[in-house]
């Protein structure tokens, strides 16, 4: 798997998490509980941020090719005018 579908897999993942933890912030009754969860948000959102900075400066970067064709003179003829 490439670094690309890696971080792609990844920063969706961060993000369902910090959607789950808002959605039990949003429920919870107890003030400490919604901190605690308001927390794990939080925390999942800088996750994200970074996961994103990362994926952004990899889609940045040239690609690179590995092979070559290499096209011989010989059989390179330029069109006739």
């Not at 579908?5 to 933890?21: A, S």
């Not at 959605?23 to 901190?35: K, L, S, Y």
């Not at 927390?39 to 040239?62: A, G, H, I, N, W």
Request: hydrophobic fraction near 35%; aromatic fraction near 10%; charged fraction near 35%.
């Amino acid at each position: 798997m490439r670094d690309r579908d890696l971080l792609y897999d990844l920063l969706q993942d961060k993000t369902r998490g910090q959607l789950f933890y808002n959605e039990m912030m949003v429920r919870q009754v107890n003030p400490r509980a919604r901190e605690l969860f308001k927390s794990f948000r939080d925390d999942e959102e800088r996750d994200v941020q970074k996961v994103r900075k990362q994926f952004l400066t990899l889609e940045s970067k040239p690609m690179i090719f590995k092979t070559v064709m290499a096209v011989k003179n010989s059989t390179f003829r330029a069109p006739r005018p």
